[in-house]
């Protein structure tokens, strides 16, 4: 450092500073680390990893060499990183069911399906794969561009030649810093004939594309269950996911029984972690329809699930586990690549596979013409050899009398610096005939390869035909057969399996009991009103209501709003529960009105507190939200009052706060699923008090005290809808209550 420099303190705001360089270190992220090349479908790692291979001359046909050797050499030439980092890339690249293509064959063991971990570097051996041969095609013909490593000793290629569609045969992931990439896998077959449509017809559409290639192709099978306009969306914008289901089947077995039989598991699901899931499922009593789960996998996935009965539908029990386990997974898509010019962007596939396409056509005119320049080089040579073939006496007397003979070649020959130096560099063995007549062949062979070079390199059109027939040659090769065939089966969107709760939860009965402040809890069996109950201090019972755990409970709230709960979702125990506006949201100034298990087909009469009210069918109750929905609009000042059940009434007996009591036919309430209402009975002051709903011929019951009086001669107080009433019978309590 000059000495002028030394102690020289320069003051810059934290933020610039900060700035600076979190932006450098986010660019060094998103462009070194996370983000993939859209041309050859790497990260700089796995680029690394496969061009270090190359050096160390690991190709198919050649023997393994130790993963140690290779982690080393890419740590110390070109990855200046951990080497667990990069032995963890490695090994990824070669396992199967990691990724659909592998680029590394590995012998040893480099971990399984069921998440468990490769042998030690030491332990393991690798290769290439014919697939990565086919990526490094051309990269020793100038097909690509080199930069210096980190220490400047070494080259390392910016992209790999890529003749394979990499990125999306074998698909990436990454979380770079403020941006993220994920690309499922596909089938490269497919891929080659969308590459070829999209040359034939450069206006090709994504519907297009999509026709011959239809989705997604994981390592690990599974079944795509999308439906086709998703799947349009999510490739034309680059954005979307892919739901994936288990494979499975249905085996039959002795008396009846059967068993259901997982042969292939979604992508990159650890079969393990699924199992120790399942099992967590059915110790928690959330799988009531299964009994069992057993893992009788080898080379292939076998997961064999027994069902608690065989009259469970095989359906629907899967569904159940669709629902809840990772039988079930969504692949998120984020199309998220480096393009040509090194820029992150989000592409569509159409750009993705014309980036790779126009990344062919680069890489074919730099080998076509770093082999014209090659065969231009032999030719001149091979010029020279000829000139000087009927003069070899003259040759050999000029090399052995002159002090400087290449000059002197030149001179007399006329012959190129090359050509000279090339004549002086011959060995005496290639002075006979036979030699001759090789290097005539040889010149003709190369002048029509460079003339056929020459129409390549000015025909847009034949390059175009010859990256097609590449492609043809890429799709025969790794299209077919076992590596190349689909996997993945594309199906359509499943039709929605409705699941009875019932099905879902262990059938119990229980008592809910609610206090007058709110609190609610559920207990084991039947439990009367007048039990012995526990409650806070200050507060008591307010009502209870026998159910099943498998039943769902409505309640009323007086801001007219409605509320959906589980029976099976209330504690238990032997604590005072907890608040019941924790699983319904509404305000501390409003209070429950009703709470009874839902019923199909039941109807309800609401009321509010001026006398208005409706009928309601139950289904028009329920509600997904735990804010509920809003049944009865109420107005300010008013509240939602009563909630009668109807069951098979014919009149309605209302009953104000002013004893007036007026009997109407049933009929003359509307029903509706949502409003204000018609108004019941007309006050001059105050409102409603009760309402019961009952069959004329039986007449009108009300509790008195401890008995229970009928009133059957109820002409008096028969009318219409919205009139006053009269005074109700005798006896009828002075609450103005029809009682229980």
């Known amino acids: 450092m000059p000495d002028d420099l030394a102690g020289h303190i320069e003051e810059t705001p934290l933020s610039g500073a900060l700035s600076e360089r979190y932006l450098a270190y986010a660019l060094s992220t998103i462009m070194s680390r996370s983000l993939p090349d859209v041309r050859d479908g790497l990260k700089p790692v796995h680029r690394r990893l496969i061009?270090?291979?190359?050096?160390?001359?690991?190709?198919?046909?050649s023997g393994f060499k130790k993963c140690a050797r290779v982690v080393g050499d890419v740590m110390g030439k070109f990855h200046p990183h951990g080497d667990?980092?990069?032995?963890?890339?490695?090994?990824?690249?070669?396992?199967?069911?990691?990724?659909?293509?592998?680029?590394?064959?590995?012998?040893?063991?480099?971990?399984?399906?069921?998440?468990?971990?490769?042998a030690a570097m030491r332990y393991t051996e690798a290769r290439l794969t014919a697939i990565a041969q086919a990526l490094l095609e051309g990269i020793d013909q100038d097909?690509?561009?080199?930069?210096?490593?980190?220490?400047g000793e070494e080259q390392e290629p910016l992209v790999l030649p890529g003749n394979f569609p990499n990125l999306l045969a074998n698909g990436a992931a990454g979380i770079a810093v403020g941006m993220a990439t994920s690309i499922p896998p596909h089938n490269a077959g497919e891929l080659c004939a969308a590459a070829v449509l999209l040359i034939r017809k450069p206006e090709a559409t994504t519907a297009e594309l999509l026709q011959f290639m239809p989705g997604p192709d994981f390592p690990t099978g599974g079944e795509l269950v999308e439906d086709r306009a998703s799947l349009l969306q999510s490739y034309e914008t680059g954005r979307g996911g892919f739901r994936l289901r288990a494979r499975w089947s249905?085996?039959?077995?002795?008396?009846?029984?059967?068993?259901?039989?997982?042969?292939?598991i979604p992508y990159q699901v650890?079969?393990?972690?699924?199992?120790?899931?399942?099992?967590?499922?059915?110790?928690?009593?959330?799988?009531?329809?299964?009994?069992?789960?057993?893992?009788?996998?080898?080379?292939?996935?076998?997961?064999?699930?027994?069902?608690?009965a065989r009259t469970v539908e095989p359906a629907m029990l899967m569904e159940s586990l669709f629902r809840t386990s990772a039988l079930e997974t969504r692949f998120p898509l984020n199309m998220n690549v480096l393009d040509a010019s090194r820029t992150p962007r989000v592409m569509p596939l159409r750009e993705v596979l014309r980036a790779w396409l126009d990344h062919r056509q680069e890489v074919l005119v730099r080998r076509s013409g770093h082999r014209l320049a090659a065969i231009e080089r032999r030719l001149e040579i091979l010029d020279g050899y000829l000139a000087v073939f009927l003069n070899l006496d003259e040759v050999i007397r000029i090399i052995r009398e002159e002090d400087e003979p290449k000059p002197a070649l030149m001179k007399r020959f006329e012959l190129t610096d090359l050509q000279a130096e090339a004549i002086l560099n011959m060995r005496l063995r290639s002075l006979r005939r036979l030699e001759e007549i090789e290097l005539r062949k040889e010149h003709k062979?190369?002048?029509?390869?460079?003339?056929?070079?020459?129409?390549?390199?000015?025909?847009e059109k034949q390059r175009w035909e010859k990256i097609v027939s590449e492609l043809e040659k890429t799709r025969a090769s790794f299209g077919s057969g076992p590596l190349g065939d689909r996997r993945t089966a594309i199906g359509t969107a499943p039709a929605m399996v409705t699941i009875d709760e019932s099905a879902l939860v262990e059938r119990e009965a229980i008592t809910v009991i609610l206090s007058n402040k709110g609190w609610i809890r559920a207990v084991k069996g039947q439990v009367a009103n007048d039990a012995d109950l526990r409650f806070k201090e200050g507060d008591s019972l307010r009502l209870t209501l026998a159910c099943d755990t498998t039943d769902r409970l409505c309640l009323l709230a007086t801001n007219g709003r409605a509320y959906t709960l589980k029976a099976s979702e209330i504690p238990r125990g032997r604590g005072d529960g907890q608040p019941i506006r924790l699983m319904a949201e509404f305000g501390n100034e409003d209070e429950v009105v009703a709470l009874f298990a839902w019923a199909e087909g039941a109807r309800y009469l609401l009321a509010s507190t001026p006398g208005r009210g409706f009928i309601v069918g139950a289904d028009d109750l329920l509600s997904e939200r735990?804010?509920?929905?809003?049944?009865?609009?109420?107005?300010?000042?008013?509240?939602?009052?009563?909630?009668?059940?109807?069951?098979?009434?014919?009149?309605?007996?209302?009953?104000?706060?002013?004893?007036?009591?007026?009997?109407?036919?049933?009929?003359?309430?509307?029903?509706?699923?949502?409003?204000?209402?018609?108004?019941?009975?007309?006050y001059k002051d105050g409102g409603i008090a009760d309402a019961r709903i009952f069959r004329l011929a039986d007449g009108l019951s009300w509790k008195s005290g401890e008995r229970v009086r009928t009133e059957t001669n109820l002409k008096d107080w028969l009318g219409s809808r919205a009139q006053t009433g009269r005074q109700p019978p005798v006896g009828f309590p002075k609450n103005g209550r029809f009682g229980a």
């Open 270 to 308: 650890q079969k393990s972690r699924l199992i120790e899931q399942i099992a967590q499922l059915l110790e928690d009593k959330k799988l009531p329809l299964l009994a069992d789960i057993r893992d009788e996998s080898a080379e292939k996935v076998r997961l064999v699930l027994e069902p608690k």
């Open 143 to 151: 097909a690509v561009d080199f930069r210096a490593t980190y220490d």
């Open 51 to 61: 061009y270090a291979m190359h050096q160390l001359r690991l190709d198919p046909t």
């Open 250 to 264: 249905v085996e039959q077995g002795k008396h009846g029984t059967w068993s259901i039989v997982v042969t292939e």
């Open 445 to 459: 062979s190369l002048t029509k390869e460079a003339k056929d070079l020459r129409t390549l390199l000015g025909s």
């Open 626 to 682: 735990r804010a509920g929905k809003q049944v009865m609009a109420v107005k300010p000042g008013e509240e939602l009052t009563l909630a009668v059940l109807v069951g098979d009434g014919d009149h309605i007996a209302v009953v104000g706060e002013n004893r007036k009591m007026l009997v109407f036919p049933l009929a003359e309430v509307p029903e509706m699923a949502r409003g204000t209402g018609v108004q019941l009975q007309r």
């Open 84 to 118: 667990a980092s990069i032995y963890e890339a490695m090994v990824r690249l070669a396992q199967d069911f990691s990724v659909r293509y592998p680029l590394i064959e590995g012998q040893g063991n480099f971990g399984n399906i069921d998440g468990d971990n490769p």
